[in-house]
Each structure stands twice: as structure tokens, then as C-alpha cells.
């Protein structure tokens, strides 16, 4: 039986580290293939050719498309009900990294920017999670990237905050189903990541994510924590007393702070008609 495992925002970021980390630790999957998850073609084909050079990597398959929202859920459907008669493969390993945010004060931000978010971080994680679970077996694992953020609401990045707040708890939830079937879930709740985040998020305001550390660091770390069965990966002990802290602040407090002192820069100059 084909063993796969599937890793979606692959082309950069924490996306293509799990990719790699995967190929280069973890031949003890036993994985046949490694679907690499994306738009971006060209880098999901320079990742895939990486891959291929490590020693006893599972074969990389780039499948370019997108993935936001239902329909974009509905395409990879199509993918996993195109991979042969159901039965010859399992999923081993689902990775939902795609997502991405949005600097500013909801009202000074595009609402339609702000609802593809949704459609990305929440719609389209829940329906790859749910196609994908009737291949997923005893011993399968699923990671959804979530975030810091997920802790309490943000001013400045509310709808940000929103959805992985959204992502936590469905990972948690998901973690009690599952159980009894024997397949373990954890979210990654990373904190300041260096990756191309910040530029997305700022609309190219801020090209770089203040204070972030190694996306491979903090990849490496989720895997061991998922493999552990562990339902959260939070690696740093900063990140972790924000995380316990939250517990005693009230929500408001936390988004009021954020809203007057955390500002986040957004450029709306390169908006494009309708965006």
C-alpha cells in the first residue's frame, strides 16, 4: 500500500521546511510519496527537485492548484479521488500549512482580503481535513498550523487572530474524536517566524517579520512534538508564558492593548481594483 504524506503552502516558508524536514528525518514514515501542496509551480518544481536529492527521500509530487475555500477544498478532493482505488494508499502525515494574514485595524483593511483569509486559514483547512481522514489510518498524524495568535483576540490583526483561534480549537476537538481511532492531531502555535509572512500580511509594508526566528527551528520542533503525540508545539519559553498568560488577561484587556500599541503597517497603494 502507498504511504503518503501531504504538505499544503509548500512552496515557502514553514511549508517547504516540514517538506524538507520530512524528507531529510523521518525515512522511518516509510512514506512512497510526498505530495507538495501549492500555486506557486515554479517552487513547488525547485523544492521537488531538492527533495529528490536527499538520500531515501519519498518521491515528491507537486501539485499546483488552489486550495482556498470550498471549492478549492472540492479540487483536492478530486486529487485524493483520482489517486487509484480507494484502499491502495493511506495518509500518513496531513500538514495544513497554507494561510496567510492581514496588518491593520479591520475597517482600514480590504473586507475582501480579510474573507479570502477565512476562506484559506478556516474554510479550506476544514474541508482538506475532513476529505482526507477517510485515508488516514491507526497510527496517522495531522498537524494544522495555528499560531500565538490563536490565544486571544489582536487588534490590528483581528481577523488573523480570529481564524487560528478557530484552528486551535478544532485541532483540540479533533484531537478527543480521534483518539479512539488512534490518529494523533497537534497544532503549531508559533510565535514571530522568519518567513515571507510579514510581506504578505503588510502588502509589502514590511518585508520582514520583526524578531522572527528559524522556520526550520520551529518546524523541526512541531514534528518531534506531533510524533510525541503532543497536541500542541509551542517551541519557546516566551511563547509559552504569552500562551499561560492569556488565561489571566481578559480578552478585551489583550485587544485593546494590541489595537493602541502594536501597530502593524499595511500598504494600500498596490491594491488591485477589487482586492
Request: with cysteine; glycine share 6%.
Amino acid at each position: 500500500m502507498k504511504r503518503i504524506a501531504v504538505v499544503t503552502g509548500a512552496s515557502s516558508g514553514m511549508g517547504k521546511d516540514f517538506a524538507l524536514e520530512i524528507s531529510e528525518r523521518y525515512q522511518n514514515l516509510n512514506l512512497s510519496e510526498l505530495w507538495l501542496v501549492a500555486r506557486r509551480k515554479d517552487k513547488l518544481l525547485e523544492l521537488a527537485e531538492e527533495i529528490r536529492q536527499i538520500p531515501e527521500a519519498p518521491s515528491p509530487k507537486a501539485i499546483d492548484m488552489d486550495i482556498s475555500g470550498a471549492e478549492g477544498a472540492e479540487a483536492f478532493k478530486k486529487v485524493l479521488e483520482n489517486e487509484k482505488e480507494p484502499g491502495t494508499f493511506e495518509i500518513v502525515l496531513l500538514v495544513n500549512n497554507a494561510g496567510f494574514g492581514t496588518y491593520g485595524p479591520f475597517e482600514e483593511t480590504p473586507v475582501e482580503k480579510e474573507m479570502q483569509m477565512v476562506d484559506l486559514n478556516c474554510t479550506s483547512l476544514t474541508g482538506i481535513t475532513g476529505y482526507c481522514l477517510p485515508f488516514m489510518k491507526k497510527g496517522s498524524y495531522l498537524i494544522n498550523t495555528a499560531s500565538m495568535a490563536a490565544f486571544a483576540p489582536l487588534g490590528n490583526f483581528a481577523v488573523y487572530a480570529a481564524t487560528k483561534a478557530f484552528v486551535l480549537s478544532f485541532s483540540t476537538a479533533l484531537s478527543a474524536e480521534l483518539k479512539e481511532r488512534g490518529i494523533s492531531v497537534c497544532a503549531l502555535c508559533p510565535g514571530s517566524v522568519s518567513t515571507e509572512f510579514a510581506n504578505v500580511a503588510s502588502n509589502g509594508a514590511r518585508k520582514e517579520v520583526l524578531h522572527g526566528i528559524s522556520s526550520r527551528k520551529t518546524v523541526s520542533h512541531c514534528l518531534k512534538k506531533a510524533f510525541s503525540k503532543k497536541r500542541t508545539a509551542i517551541m519557546r519559553f516566551k511563547w509559552k508564558l504569552q500562551a499561560w498568560g492569556s488565561k489571566i488577561v481578559s480578552p478585551y484587556t489583550t485587544a485593546l492593548f494590541t489595537y493602541k500599541y502594536s501597530k502593524r503597517p499595511y500598504n494600500h497603494k498596490n491594491e488591485k481594483s477589487g482586492n
